[in-house]
């Protein structure tokens, strides 16, 4: 794959009366090093003049996903484990809970795929399940 890329990120968060979907897409960088493949973007926060640089680090068993500036968090996804960090964003600091049910990668020679499923807790309360996918395509 080819150090310039585009980053297209959609979600969906499971509610109980609602889907709530997100997408978002980027121009990044990406490399490998150590066998796990890292994806390098910024995130721009709807309605804030704050940007987030955002890296996508994928190993073996594991996905993280580090983000530094307007917003900061280190989200670890790790298969059948429960992770908790602190989500610290303009409107307030949050503490989060990821229950990691599925991890799927899927490699291509100018394709990345990233399949996420888990369980989201804010604040010791269950928000409900969500899933994201994360495409890394090189730049032509």
Not at 14 to 30: A, C, K, L, N
Request: hydrophobic letters at 30%; one cysteine or more.
């Amino acid at each position: 794959m080819k150090k310039d890329v585009l980053v297209s990120i959609s979600g969906l968060q499971y509610e109980v009366d609602r889907d709530e979907p997100i997408e978002v897409i980027s121009v990044g960088q990406y490399y490998n090093k150590n066998d796990k493949h890292y994806i390098c973007y910024d995130e721009v926060i709807e309605g804030t003049d704050g940007v987030t640089s955002c890296t996508v680090k994928v190993g073996n068993e594991q996905i993280d996903i580090i983000k530094r500036g307007a917003s900061n968090v280190h989200m670890i996804f790790e298969v059948g484990r429960k992770n908790t960090t602190f989500y610290n964003t303009p409107y307030g600091d949050l503490q989060i809970g990821i229950h990691t049910g599925r991890i799927q990668v899927a490699e291509e020679e100018d394709k990345l795929t990233l399949e996420i499923n888990y369980g989201l807790d804010i604040n010791y309360a269950f928000i409900g399940d969500c899933q994201i996918q994360i495409k890394i395509t090189s730049r032509k």
